[in-house]
């Protein structure tokens, strides 16, 4: 993939962050060409998971690819999680729009969920441990949530307060 193909990652705090995202309408070439475009993005910000939410499109759509090698691509359009289990974990996340920074987020071990894939074909994935995890991440983002938002109030003005001044230094840059 050369460098145009890539996307720009929305950093938080920026306030489109927070939009609620639409369903996709049609699963077409432009669809299938952003989905390319967002796997590209994803792999060389070398992330698990992206949501279209994270590169300014507020449509639901994700890409995941929690896989070592890098080799077992995800698509879930217009996702939706079925079931969660009760039992919930704590544990560390990152998020590609919030660089550098990772806290501890309680999250269900296991989810279910129904969504299109990349074809439009429906689809029913159970999912646990880290995929679990990444989606509930992800599906959050096309609610126009990001995962600072369930830590402290202190740690979120903090975080944005870091986050701002970065952006500030390589403005300068």
Known sequence: M????????????????????????????????LIERMFATMYDASGIGLAATQVDVHERLVVIDVSEERNQPMVLINPEIEWASPEKRKGEEGCLSVPGIYDGVERSLAVRVRALDGEGHPRVIEAEGMLAVCIQHEMDHLMGKVFVEYLSSLKQGRIKSKLVKAQREAMRS
Do not use: E, K, M
């Open 2 to 33: 050369n460098q145009s193909t890539l996307l720009d990652i929305l950093r938080y705090p920026d306030p489109r962050l927070h939009t609620v995202a639409r369903p996709v309408a049609a699963v077409d070439d432009r669809i299938r060409g």
